[in-house]
């Protein structure tokens, strides 16, 4: 533990630095609108809670308020105007290097005509989309950046939530109530985008580092379950990622340099008196600029930079258009050694290179048709290239290659989307989605009577997809409401598609505690390399045996209960029952294959359309939300997932590890004058859960092929040991005249634990070897805002 040692006495010393005696202040300014219209609310009230003189404003004729001269540290607003909803927002975290500025929705009341004072309260377990009832919840930037080992990604922030297991800590694949990462869906600003993930590989929603840039997000919705009609091909979740606007006053910059990159963002307006503003942030891996100064940092070279954007443009009379977009570049080389005295396993004699390259950009064009009523377009470009080759060095050092893959994908799509607020009762929202993709794409690999690279993927091409969805939102009363629609999918390639009716209610008999029920049917694309997969058939000739295989589909069922004991701590249970169909399997009677279990990478195995798998379980959260400096999340989960092979039996699937359990929590220390000036947080999570599901070797058939082979028949009937880790971050925020600086450190795995991913045949030593999951990590960061 000597490293833990050294790298706490250098954080702590940061601590020694004199507080100033001069009070800090920061402006608070934003817009209000309306939840559904997104109109803006004209002479709403908002005022900073506790403030002593109290300090507010009105909202002007474009919804816009500005509230200056407001003390840094955690404040409370009300925001009242008449017809709606009175909303608490708490915990606005009001830092002297940067402005605050809010984007605020207001929902209408539903009693009309009467004295009625309705509050409403921010809460994070309901999501930002008033269309989606439940298994959803919201997310912000402050908790990517402040739960321990969360490193700024949603992905790894969201296995402090209940239903979600990583399934290999070494990077950001998760599962959702037992299904595989290949599951996910990601959205930006209303439109599917690539994996937005460095280092990921084909047919997997996860990497090892993430592109997206804490800097440009706002607060977002995680979806587990039954989503909303307008949310199509996907099955398992869906990461909805909204964009901030950059300040549109002035000019504004974060430097941010740590083991995972160096960090610069800039935002401001383009000029005075205009509402325009861009935000923009590149990244450069830390790994990469070690490397140049000749530190090498593990066996292989690793590269890797990003950069993220949004730009907001408002016109007068043709609406706003914003132009946003990310693009992430990564690869890894490794060179084996040509000295077989230094080879430990068969893998130290293999040579490879991986990139793997990911953007998307987008113009989307919002236009307020009317008071009730907008429309929204976007046009976007996705565009993925990733790359692989593999050599082997023979017992001569010659170097032998084991196999290519190429995967190029272009995507343009055009998302088309109407909401109308009808009244404070009844809205619907209803769009079109046409995507062309062209695609080129090559897999090969060595055969396994290890003599030929055979060639199993040769294809390129242009394939479609087309969706649409409407959906209506029904207040039947103030305590009841509805949300139902159907979702429509379509590939042109093999003419499959899904109809997808949605439903969903919510009934809430006081201000405490609200019941809700989901049903959705959902429908989802296969990776598109498995519909090229070729084999030779009886005469020689190249067929393609997977090209008609169907959606997989899933129907999604979860009943579940929230009950707030006070504004700050609550406790939710949801159940949840999956049935999928039409599931990828082995055409062998014998295999035991099924794409439920698969996480990444081509397939190229012969399937049919017959499998089937089952997910269900029983969810709890405890929660208490940010009070008096304190919060924490409980989150548990028992739960089942199973699949039907071709062969008629059931097995679990790679992910059944039957119960999980994780706590999240964190406490801060404020100093300095009137507690805001200096901040130490210490941040904890902990995660207990069972083991990924493993099939047991079969090592005389491995022996003999000098390759891992599997016992088929006993399919994942293994479970690897029980995982569990810890997780604890130490932070200090220092508020200055004009700057906020903040360090951290990261302690990832603090016990070191070793725990387990699978087994594998070692040919070099012929043992059955375990391979384990990350080790400890300790990340260092520090960030200026000004």
Do not use: C
Request: aromatic residues 12%.
């Amino acid at each position: 533990m000597k490293i833990i040692k050294y790298f706490t006495t250098v954080f702590l010393a940061r601590l020694s630095s004199l507080v100033s005696a001069q009070t800090l202040t920061q402006t608070i300014r934003g817009v209000v609108i309306d939840q559904i219209s997104q109109s803006p609310l004209i002479g709403a009230n908002v005022i900073v809670l506790n403030s002593n003189p109290l300090l507010g404003g009105a909202t002007d004729v474009n919804g816009v308020f500005v509230i200056p001269k407001v003390s840094v540290g955690m404040q409370n607003l009300r925001i009242t105007f008449m017809g709606y909803k009175e909303l608490i927002l708490p915990n606005v975290n009001v830092t002297s290097g940067k402005e605050v500025v809010l984007n605020i929705t207001l929902e209408e009341n539903v009693v009309m005509g009467k004295e009625v004072v309705i509050t409403d309260e921010v809460r994070k377990d309901r999501p930002l989309n008033e269309f989606t009832t439940v298994s959803g919840r919201t997310f912000s930037v402050e908790e990517t950046q402040k739960y321990a080992a969360a490193v700024n990604d949603p992905a790894r922030m969201s296995t402090a939530f209940a239903g979600v297991v990583a399934t290999d800590d070494g990077n950001n694949n998760i599962s959702i109530r037992g299904n595989s990462p290949a599951g996910l869906l990601w959205r930006m600003e209303g439109v599917e985008i690539p994996n937005p993930n460095h280092f990921s590989s084909e047919g997997t929603s996860g990497g090892g580092i993430s592109i997206l840039s804490a800097q440009l997000l706002t607060n977002s919705d995680f979806l587990t379950g039954a989503f909303a009609p307008e949310y199509g091909n996907a099955i398992s979740g869906v990461f909805d990622m909204k964009l901030r606007k950059g300040n549109n006053r002035r000019t504004e910059r974060t430097l941010q340099a740590g083991f995972l990159g160096t960090d610069l963002a800039i935002e401001g307006p383009f000029k005075t008196n205009y509402d325009g503003s861009y935000l923009v942030n590149y990244r450069y891996s830390t790994l990469s600029l070690l490397n140049k100064l000749g530190v090498s940092v593990g066996d292989a070279t690793t590269n890797f930079q990003d950069l993220s954007y949004n730009v907001f443009l408002p016109t007068r009379a043709s609406g706003t258009f914003s132009f946003w977009g990310f693009v992430g570049l990564s690869n890894q080389v490794s060179t084996a050694k040509k000295d077989s005295s230094k080879w430990e396993t068969d893998f130290d004699r293999y040579s490879w290179e991986f990139k793997s390259n990911t953007g998307a950009s987008g113009v989307s064009h919002f236009v307020q048709l009317d008071k009730n009523t907008f429309l929204k377009n976007t046009f976007s470009i996705a565009v993925t290239a990733k790359e692989q080759s593999q050599l082997k060095l023979d017992h001569e050092y010659n170097e032998v290659s084991q196999g290519f893959q190429r995967y190029d994908q272009n995507k343009y799509s055009l998302n088309s989307i109407l909401t109308k607020k009808i009244d404070s009762r009844n809205s619907v929202k209803a769009g079109i989605i046409v995507s062309a993709i062209f695609y080129d794409f090559r897999f090969s690999y060595m055969n396994d009577t290890k003599t030929a690279v055979e060639t199993r993927i040769d294809q390129n091409g242009t394939a479609y997809t087309l969706q649409s969805f409407a959906q209506w939102n029904f207040h039947a009363t103030e305590k009841l409401t509805f949300n139902s629609g159907v979702h429509f999918l379509y590939f042109p390639l093999n003419k499959s598609h899904s109809i997808e009716p949605r439903i969903s209610a919510k009934y809430e008999p006081d201000d405490r505690q609200s019941f809700s029920i989901g049903y959705g049917l959902h429908g989802q694309i296969q990776p598109m390399g498995v519909y090229f997969a070729q084999k030779l058939d009886n005469h020689g000739s190249v067929t393609q045996p997977n090209r008609n295989i169907g959606l997989t589909k899933a129907h999604h069922l979860v009943v579940g209960y929230d009950r707030s004991f006070t504004s700050y701590f609550h406790v939710k249970l949801e159940a949840y029952y999956q049935s999928l169909f039409n599931v990828p399997v082995s055409t062998s009677h014998e295999g035991t294959f099924s794409i439920l279990n698969n996480e990444y990478d081509f397939v190229t195995e012969s399937l049919t359309g017959t499998g089937k798998g089952e997910n269900k379980g029983l969810e709890l959260t405890v929660e208490q939300y940010l009070h008096n400096d304190f919060y924490f999340l409980l989150s548990s989960s028992i739960y089942d997932s199973k699949y039907k092979a071709s062969n008629g039996n059931w097995y679990n699937t790679r992910f059944n590890g039957n119960y999980s359990f994780s706590l999240t929590g964190g406490k801060e220390f404020k100093t300095g004058e009137k507690f805001g000036k200096r901040i130490v947080g210490i941040n904890v999570k902990s995660i207990y859960s069972g083991g990924l599901r493993n099939t047991p070797i079969d090592y005389a058939a491995s022996l003999a092929a000098g390759d891992t082979k599997y016992v088929e028949s006993k399919a994942f009937s293994l479970r690897a040991k029980e995982y569990f880790r810890t997780d604890v971050k130490f932070s200090v925020k220092r508020n200055r005249k004009k700057s906020t600086i903040t360090w951290s450190l990261d302690f990832q795995n603090i016990t070191n634990q070793k725990n387990e991913f699978g087994e594998y045949f070692d040919p070099l030593t012929a043992k059955t070897k375990t391979s384990y999951q990350a080790p400890l990590i300790p990340v260092l960061a520090y960030k200026i805002d000004f």
